[in-house]
């Protein structure tokens, strides 16, 4: 078995008929054979997750820079996408009580232009922000980029002939197919994995694992420390943007600080450093509270009412799940390992031993 | 090479579980026949007709959400079958937060296969469900969601309420009426119902009084904000006539208290949502005097199905809230507008249900004759004006809008 | 802008600062010791307000023996965090124990919500804080008025303990090495449970005040503060005592005169709570009253 796995042609093998099958997958649930709108629609937000959750890893995980400002970056792509793509015949009925700024409201863009430029605002916000505030360290940082993300939020909820405020703006043409979250999903995905072993990547794990003996390696912390910064904030304004296309609709609140804490959640379950653990945890994390649903319904065992099922009861459990991932598997599923076929043999076959044993993966 | 597929392996492994283990639950495709009921009870789904209600139960308007659904379950008990068969309501939360919404309607839709939905407490949860519900063609009944833009261009919703422009008018004629000259406008900046309501409200006083400069002082807040004591004491020293401050029922007692603390003896008014016993419980004594619009008075039932509401409600309300709160009124209109249709229409097809419901003529609802406008919206011209007395919610007046 | 009204928005100013100032004196100290945002603080503070409601409310006990009551029970709810969330991770990267410090948060705003459901509690009335005294034309709360005293009285209180007891020389010398301190024989475990034991009870004393003026309790109650109180801990230097009052104090009174001064930007005011912390951050990166700390290599 592990003789076989060795064997380059076995693994392209393998690797094409998992292409192949992923891509049936899509295809089938694409054209109503398998699953419905409800499973197409979790499955399409669990690849924006993904984005958005990669994103945040590179930052966090991978150069070690503790930033909760993930959720401000997303409000710039997804208020992009939302300004620039509702029909110009819309506009006056969404802007009713402030007018939309007349500039504005001539402009139309195609879905892609307005996604992409949702992107490269935020990544040109990220490095307007980044410049002064990544001198900062640790919790600082972390604090600092959680109030950038809340500045946002509250000058997106007053600028109001732009965003039109609390009122949010709603009929965003929506997208036909899954293949736009899930190609978006897998070419920002392959772009940042392909960012991070590259040169540049190995500059931002030298910056996570020891600031100091990164600058002695001639590392431009500066520099790196911004690239990382801005690049996770380009995707996760595209994450933001393919949020606002999947609800049809954007309002600040939607982008208020506890939001991060999901992303953050999830890169902490996937495994700091690890591409492959955050895109398993963004599905398990989304498909879970789904699944978990169940609490909140009333439950009659033998004909009693349990009184502990009640609305509320399924984040509770959620945010005791969380604690427990916290204290007892600080590794995540993944630590900083990827997945690969050879470690999926290995596991089988009993070559690594089932306790996890991954190196922790984060700042000191 | 071999680890960037490894990624498209991850994806992979998540989807497979996902479909497997939701296949069972919804046999084929979703353009089946509605009725392809649980799992758990094989043998009467054909018997069963389910109605979704999503409604927020936890999160900002937990509380609100919660009353409205005490009267649709109420109205599930009083009204629990329709075409011979069992209603069944599936109920889910939709956390005040429009990700939950839209996932929480497709749900409704997809997978428990509901003919029709009622909600939701809060317009933007409605707004973002709109479309899904619109593509699904699945009708959907809002009981309080007052926001315009509800069911603005959706023939599928349709709601039991007025809506914000109207409301703004009803407080600002009152106001006229009881001869305010000036007055200051405090919003929740943030929240769509609070910065709706006020601009109505804002556009109607000015209108009636003929002066632009009779809004003195308008001033916004923050989520979660508690401290209003500055914004207030800047409209002390403006000394408007009247204070106009919709909000949600967690921070209107605290404007109102901190007001009166400061000394402020203006009138305050409110929108709809301050109908909340947890209104008179937190605010007290300072709550005496306040003003509110809404739709339904059990004190004065204007139909027998009113009449028969207030009677069983209360009964079965005893103990848990001092007054039936006017959203549960228009939840249990909800369901029963939504169940004669579904009778008329003789069918649970949502395109039957829709047209039932569009034909809808002088329904004798709890808070009123219900007809529809072209856009969908309860076509009520009357809104109740209530005080708070000893420690009540009274009526005042009811106030006729053209 | 008359004098009157001046006067009243400066009262407004010192007396909302004064409740910043209580909560963030418990950051400050925490961060101090631990060198951990304690993210949880924020609605330990929400549940002592909920304590307060139900001794009073369900149990019906006298406002005194209720505010002891409180008071313990907040204690022991901070206690038992640190212990089962942040003291198995006390050899753990820094970033985990923030992360298990959100979780925390996490956690007890969704058992509030379970537990209490999302409608506000109305707090108890408690007649000798609530009763609005007029002077002159202004008219106050007791609350108002005592708030800042009482701020005051603790942070002398909190700075006595601090300087002139064992267990204060043995907090500080934890707080200026960590494992210096282990070694000389000071027991770690629990100079950092005496932190929280200080930190939660001067969080319940806050409750108390906050709910007095502000009596609408929710699940949700403590986001806000408790940002803005970590704010005024960072403004004034994190891990010192005093300087998280003044901090508390700059904080209520910037955000006050902002209303006053320019109504129409009275959207912008929790904005400006981040603005002021990022511009001291960048300034003066150790707060106004903050020691310059060197990077240990």
């Not at chain 3, 904080?251 to 320019?262: K, N, P, S, Y």
Request: aromatic content about 10%; hydrophobic content about 50%.
């Amino acid at each position: 078995m592990i003789d076989k796995i060795n064997n380059k042609k076995t693994r392209l093998l393998l690797n094409i008929l998992l292409i192949v099958i992923f891509a049936t997958v899509i295809i089938l649930l694409d054209t109503d054979v398998i699953g419905d709108a409800y499973i197409r629609r979790i499955l399409n937000l669990s690849a924006i997750y993904a984005i958005v959750s990669v994103s945040m890893n590179l930052v966090n995980g991978f150069t070690g820079l503790f930033s909760l400002g993930q959720a401000g970056f997303m409000a710039i792509g997804a208020y992009s996408v939302a300004i620039f793509t509702v029909p110009l015949a819309e506009r006056a009925k969404i802007f009713y009580i402030t007018p939309q700024n007349p500039f504005l409201a001539q402009i139309e863009l195609p879905f892609i232009v307005a996604l992409l430029l949702g992107g490269f605002l935020a990544a040109l916000v990220a490095i307007m922000i980044g410049v002064p505030v990544l001198r900062l360290k640790s919790d600082y940082l972390a604090i600092a980029t959680l109030g950038f993300s809340e500045i946002i939020r509250i000058v997106f909820t007053n600028i109001k002939s732009i965003t039109n405020g609390a009122l949010g703006i709603k009929n965003i043409p929506t997208m036909p197919t899954m293949w736009v979250f899930f190609g978006i999903a897998i070419i920002s995905i392959g772009f940042m994995r392909l960012l991070i072993t590259s040169s540049y990547g190995r500059a931002f794990k030298a910056i996570r694992e020891d600031e100091v003996a990164a600058e002695a390696m001639g590392i431009n912390l500066f520099k790196h420390k911004v690239m990382s910064f801005s690049i996770g904030a380009f995707f996760a304004g595209i994450g933001g943007g393919l949020l606002a296309t999947l609800f049809a609709t954007v309002d600040p609140n939607q982008f208020y600080f506890p939001v991060t804490y999901n992303f953050l959640l999830i890169i902490v379950l996937g495994g700091m450093g690890s591409i492959s653990g955050t895109i398993i945890a963004s599905f398990l994390v989304t498909a879970g509270l789904e699944i978990l649903r169940f609490f909140d319904e009333p439950l009659t065992l033998f004909g009693i009412n349990i009184a502990l099922f009640r609305p509320g009861l399924r984040m509770v459990i959620f945010s005791i799940l969380l604690m427990l991932l916290v204290l007892f598997f600080r590794n995540g599923l993944m630590g900083q390992k990827e997945l690969s076929w050879k470690l999926i043999f290995d596991w089988f076959s009993g070559k690594i031993s089932r306790k996890r044993t991954g190196q922790g993966g984060g700042i000191q | 090479m071999k680890k960037v597929l490894s990624l498209l392996l991850s994806l992979l492994m998540v989807l497979t579980l996902f479909t497997a283990c939701s296949q069972p639950n919804n046999g084929g495709p979703s353009n089946q026949e509605p009725q392809t009921g649980g799992e758990e009870e094989p043998g009467t789904e054909e018997d069963v007709i389910k109605i979704g209600v999503f409604e927020p139960l936890t999160g900002m308007n937990g509380g609100g959400g919660q009353q409205e659904l005490g009267g649709i379950q109420y109205a599930n008990k009083m009204y629990p079958e329709v075409l011979g068969k069992k209603i069944e309501l599936v109920v889910v939360d939709n956390k005040s937060d429009k990700g939950e919404a839209t996932t929480a309607v497709t749900r409704l839709i997809e997978k428990d296969k509901v003919v029709a939905i009622i909600g939701s407490y809060g317009s933007a949860v409605s707004i973002a469900a709109g479309d899904i519900i619109k593509n699904a063609q699945i009708p959907a009944m809002g009981a309080s969601c007052t926001n315009p833009m509800v069911t603005q261009g959706n023939p599928f919703y349709f709601r039991a309420c007025f809506l914000d422009p109207f409301q703004g008018k009803v407080m600002a004629t009152y106001a006229v009426e009881q001869g305010a000259k000036t007055a200051a406008v405090i919003m929740q900046n943030g929240d769509d119902y609070s910065v709706g309501l006020a601009n109505f409200f804002i556009d109607a006083f000015k209108q009636l009084t003929g002066d632009p400069n009779s809004i003195v002082d308008v001033s916004e807040f923050q989520l979660n904000e508690s401290d209003f004591n500055a914004i207030l004491t800047n409209i002390k020293a403006k000394n408007p006539d009247v204070i106009f401050a919709p909000s949600a029922a967690t921070t209107a007692p605290l404007i109102i208290k901190q007001a009166r603390d400061l000394g402020i003896d203006a009138l305050i008014m409110g929108g709809d949502t301050w109908e909340n016993p947890a209104l008179i419980d937190v605010a007290g004594e300072a709550a005496e005097g306040v003003v509110l619009s809404t739709f339904f008075d059990e004190n004065d039932p204007v139909t027998n199905e009113a009449k028969k509401f207030v009677e069983g409600y209360k009964k079965e309300l005893a103990g848990k809230e001092p007054i039936i709160p006017a959203v549960a009124a228009l939840g249990y209109d909800a369901y029963i507008l939504l169940r004669d249709a579904i009778e008329r229409a003789g069918s649970t097809d949502g395109v039957a249900i829709r047209d039932a419901l569009k034909a809808t003529k002088d329904f004798e609802g709890v808070t009123g004759i219900i007809n529809f406008t072209e856009e969908g919206d309860a076509d009520k011209n009357l809104a109740v004006i209530k005080t708070i007395k000893d420690g009540q919610f009274v009526f005042v007046d009811s106030v006729e809008v053209q | 802008m008359t004098g009157q009204l001046f006067l009243q928005q400066l009262i407004n100013g010192i007396s909302l600062g004064s409740l910043y100032a209580l909560l963030a004196i418990g950051y400050t100290m925490v961060y101090g010791i631990l060198r951990l945002i304690n993210f949880a603080h924020g609605d330990i503070f929400m549940m002592a307000a909920y304590f307060m409601i139900f001794s009073i409310m369900t149990f019906k006990l006298p406002w005194f023996i209720a505010i002891i009551i409180v008071i313990v029970a907040t204690v022991a709810l901070g206690v038992l965090i640190e212990k089962t969330a942040y003291k198995p991770l006390r050899n753990a990267p820094r970033m985990s124990i923030m992360i298990s410090a959100i979780g925390a948060s996490f956690l007890l705003e969704n058992l509030a919500t379970y537990l209490f459901t999302g409608v506000p509690k109305g707090f108890p009335d408690i007649k000798v804080l609530t009763t609005a005294v007029k002077l002159g034309s202004l008219s106050l709360t007791i609350a108002t008025l005592i708030t800042p005293f009482v701020t005051l009285l603790l942070l002398y209180l909190v700075l006595f303990i601090t300087n002139k007891t064992k267990i204060g020389m043995a907090m500080r010398a934890v707080s200026k090495d960590f494992e210096t301190a282990k070694l000389m024989g000071i027991n770690i475990n629990k100079v950092i449970s005496s932190t929280f034991v200080i930190g939660s009870s001067l969080a319940a004393i806050g409750a108390i005040l906050w709910g007095s003026r502000y009596p609408s309790i929710m699940p949700l109650t403590g986001v806000m503060p408790g940002l803005k109180c970590f704010i005024a801990a960072v403004l004034g230097g994190i891990g010192n005592t005093a300087g998280a009052v003044v901090g508390g104090f700059i904080l209520g009174m910037a955000e006050i005169m902002l209303v006053t001064f320019l109504p129409a930007f009275t959207g912008y005011r929790d904005a400006m709570a981040f603005v002021i912390l990022i511009v001291v951050l960048l300034v003066k990166p150790t707060g106004l009253l903050g020691e310059k700390v060197t990077d240990k290599v």
